[in-house]
């Protein structure tokens, strides 16, 4: 099994450009969730989903859009990107209490 | 608001205890607490969790205080592949959110 994925795990864009950040995971887990992280803090939630189909904001959705249309994969869309995201992006899936995270995708907003 | 706070950092000498301490004073009675620990440049992995009494795994122990709010992870022996940031998290049965704290990096000294 290769767990969760991240494509692409590295990624530069300039300010206004926007890009779609892919998660995948093979576990058949129900809930899927990305997280993103800033120098020195912990992970904050920023959209998740409890199957397919279905998606939920986090405590930072602003500026992101997810999708869910198969079970095994979750997207992170940034329509306009701002210097303010960022970040190291995380996703994960969860199953009886445990997450499982992806490696991360390191994303710069110029 | 943080929903947990950690003290920034720790050391440990090598084959000794570590006791990593949480406040998490705001918790509710059926709020989770999860620890995960993260190493650089890769995402969260999964440590142990609880709800009320105390847990144990191979990996640690979580010990929850009595009124819950407050919990302490501790590793048996530490070892230097232990050296990590360690996340206390609160799950909020509202939704499966994950809220982490800002985490408490802890170096084992050989």
């Known amino acids: 099994n290769a767990g969760v994925t991240q494509t692409p795990k590295f990624r530069v864009l300039k300010t206004g450009q926007s890009m779609t950040l892919l998660c995948a995971q093979d576990?058949?887990?129900?809930?899927m969730y990305w997280y993103r992280q800033d120098p020195g803090m912990g992970l904050r939630l920023i959209h998740y989903?409890?199957?397919?189909?279905?998606?939920a904001k986090g405590e930072v959705p602003d500026g992101y859009n997810v999708s869910r249309l198969k079970k095994q994969n979750f997207l992170l869309g940034l329509e306009s990107a701002a210097p303010s995201q960022t970040s190291v992006y995380f996703c994960?899936?969860?199953?009886?209490?445990?997450?499982?995270f992806g490696p991360g995708t390191r994303l710069t907003v110029l | 608001d943080a929903k947990t706070t950690q003290p920034n950092s720790m050391e440990s000498n090598e084959e000794e205890p570590v006791h990593l301490p949480c406040n998490h004073s705001?918790?509710?009675?059926?709020?989770?607490i999860h620890w995960y620990r993260q190493l650089p440049s890769q995402g969260p992995e999964y440590v142990i969790h609880?709800?009320?009494s105390n847990v144990n795994n191979r990996m640690a122990s979580l010990a929850i205080a009595e009124d819950r709010k407050s919990s302490t992870l501790i590793l048996h022996r530490a070892t230097l592949r232990d050296a990590a940031v360690y996340y206390c998290?609160?799950?909020?049965?509202?939704?499966?959110?994950?809220?982490f704290g800002t985490g408490t990096s802890l170096t084992v000294i050989p």
């Open positions: 994960a899936s969860s199953y009886d209490n445990e997450q499982f």
């Open positions: 576990m058949n887990h129900e809930y």
């Open positions: 609880g709800l009320t």
């Open positions: 998290i609160l799950e909020l049965n509202t939704g499966n959110q994950f809220y």
């Open positions: 989903s409890v199957g397919e189909g279905t998606t």
């Open positions: 705001t918790i509710s009675g059926t709020d989770y």
